[in-house]
């Protein structure tokens, strides 16, 4: 059995990010909501327990809060944020609200040389704060290790006890050796191995997905993104040809890219049906210009799609989607989660299904992803294939949806991605593609004067989509592509280049 970190989700944006430190430290980690009962925390036999931050006030008198009992489980307990104002009311100190507020890096500097939690640690770091409230009065046995330069306490212990908490983010980059705060608690504290990986993660999903199937079909609806192969393989591994792919060509794909696509998925071994359903999409989003309504349209029809081919297959039941981590927490399907865009994987989906989902990958990040990939002994040109969004360039080609300007857009993207290719640095980057913009602008060409389309094109670097940087691409290399697009691309005369990081952006623009 794993060994397992528990994390209680009291609603912080940066919950997901505890996991994958935890996970890039080799160490199990499972997300729970805060309401979750002791009785299912303690199935999981956790070596420890994190209980992250949140928006509320343990003041207020509908705050969210955990049950005591967790305080009781005989393991390390580390609260950050909301969870230090948590575990300080809980075991009987107190919480002030509202004069302390600090938001922002701030210097905290130790007053504990000896805490674990601290061990290898400089006297002073500069760490992420985001809290209104303030500890005010420590519990009983507890005693404070770090303050800020305002005097407000970051940090606090009760050894005894092996309960930990800070008041600052050290899952964040902004946070100095945040990494080792956290790698401390785990190894030092908890006692943790680091050995968890995920062959193991890999065995046990065959299982559970044989065992959830039994001897029904699963089909699966294939975009051709790393996501949706990835889940394919790793289910075709569990019930073999019970499994009925199907492949759907809305008219949203890149240049040439259905046909690829089904070259890859028959080397595979997958059986797969094809669907030309392009007219049908098209004529559904004709007119349509809101980003959500277009996501909400595509994955409606999507499942539409699926079920019409799953009543040709006797015994399906199942519907295999690769949704994974960043779409979930996106979509805003954990409870205190804002909205940020549906995804095509979690939205969309009608009221009455007629297929149960099976979601195997609905706890990885897309780096995880791509390793399982190698684990199964997928081809590099597949699990090494940049992102490309479910609704595909339907959420790149802003405003209306025609043919001609899907065109467009397919032909400049095509070459941005050639000329990156062609320089070497398409592997180095995480994801680049153009924008069709829904506005013209002036140009002149041949001594004419134009009125065409606006081409925007993204790069970015990012190890699992959660936050992103815009990559730095060599000048000469981007006036060739913008120069080889307003040549050959009938329709656009002006490429202009997005510098914006997630967050303040989304890598796609709608």
């Not at 492949?247 to 094809?274: D, T």
């Not at 409606?300 to 019409?308: K, P, S």
Request: net charge negative; charged share 25%; glycine share 8%.
């Amino acid at each position: 059995m794993n060994e397992n970190i528990i994390i209680i989700n009291c609603g912080s944006q940066f919950t997901q990010l505890i996991a994958r430190r935890l996970r890039e430290m080799k160490i199990h980690s499972v997300i729970l909501n805060w309401d979750v009962s002791p009785e299912t925390a303690a199935s999981y036999s956790p070596k420890g327990i994190i209980i992250s931050g949140g928006p509320d006030s343990v003041n207020d008198p509908d705050a969210i809060s955990v049950d005591k009992k967790i305080f009781e489980f005989n393991c390390p307990v580390l609260g950050i944020c909301y969870g230090m104002q948590l575990m300080t009311k809980i075991c009987g100190g107190e919480v002030s609200s509202g004069s302390s507020s600090e938001y922002g890096v701030t210097l905290i500097k130790r007053s504990e040389k000896n805490s674990p939690l601290f061990k290898d640690i400089p006297e002073k770091i500069n760490a992420l704060m985001s809290h209104g409230d303030h500890v005010s009065k420590l519990p009983e046995g507890f005693s404070a290790t770090s303050a800020t330069e305002g005097g407000v306490i970051s940090s606090i212990e009760n050894k005894n006890k092996n309960f930990f908490a800070l008041q600052f983010h050290p899952e964040v980059a902004h946070t100095e050796h945040g990494e080792k705060i956290l790698r401390n608690f785990a190894f030092n504290v908890c006692g943790c191995a680091g050995d968890w990986d995920l062959t193991d993660w890999v065995e046990n999903t065959i299982s559970e997905i044989k065992n959830k199937v039994g001897d029904k079909k699963v089909v699966c609806g294939l975009s051709g993104g790393v996501d949706s192969s990835v889940a394919a393989v790793l289910v075709n591994r569990a019930i073999g040809q019970n499994l009925q792919c199907v492949f759907v060509n809305h008219g949203l794909m890149r240049l040439n890219e259905s046909e690829q696509v089904m070259e890859q998925y028959k080397a595979l071994g997958l059986n797969v049906i094809y669907v030309d359903a392009s007219e049908k999409f098209l004529r559904e989003l004709s007119g349509v210009t809101d980003p959500e309504k277009k996501r909400k349209i595509i994955g409606r029809l999507f499942i539409e799609v699926f079920e019409a081919e799953a009543k040709k297959i006797q015994d399906a039941e199942w519907l295999l989607q690769g949704t994974i981590y960043p779409d979930v927490i996106e979509s805003g399907s954990k409870k205190g989660a804002a909205l940020i865009k549906s995804h095509h994987n979690v939205g969309g989906l009608p009221e009455k299904m007629n297929l149960k989902l099976l979601e195997p990958l609905r706890d990885l990040f897309k780096d995880e992803v791509r390793e399982l990939g190698k684990i199964i002994g997928m081809p590099d040109e597949i699990i090494s294939r940049q992102p490309f969004p479910g609704p595909g360039l339907a959420v790149r080609c802003l405003g209306e949806l025609t043919k001609q300007r899907l065109d467009v857009l397919r032909e400049a993207d095509a070459i941005f991605r050639e000329e990156l290719k062609l320089a070497g640095l398409y592997k180095d980057i995480w994801q680049a593609f153009c924008v069709l913009l829904p506005v013209k602008s002036v140009g002149v060409m041949g001594d004419s004067r134009t009125y065409n389309e606006v081409i925007v094109l993204r790069a970015i670097n990012s190890q699992d989509a959660m936050t992103a940087e815009w990559s730095r691409i060599d000048f000469d290399v981007l006036d060739k592509v913008s120069k080889r697009i307003c040549n050959e691309v009938k329709g656009v005369n002006r490429v202009v280049l997005d510098v914006t990081s997630k967050p303040p952006a989304t890598i796609e623009w709608e």
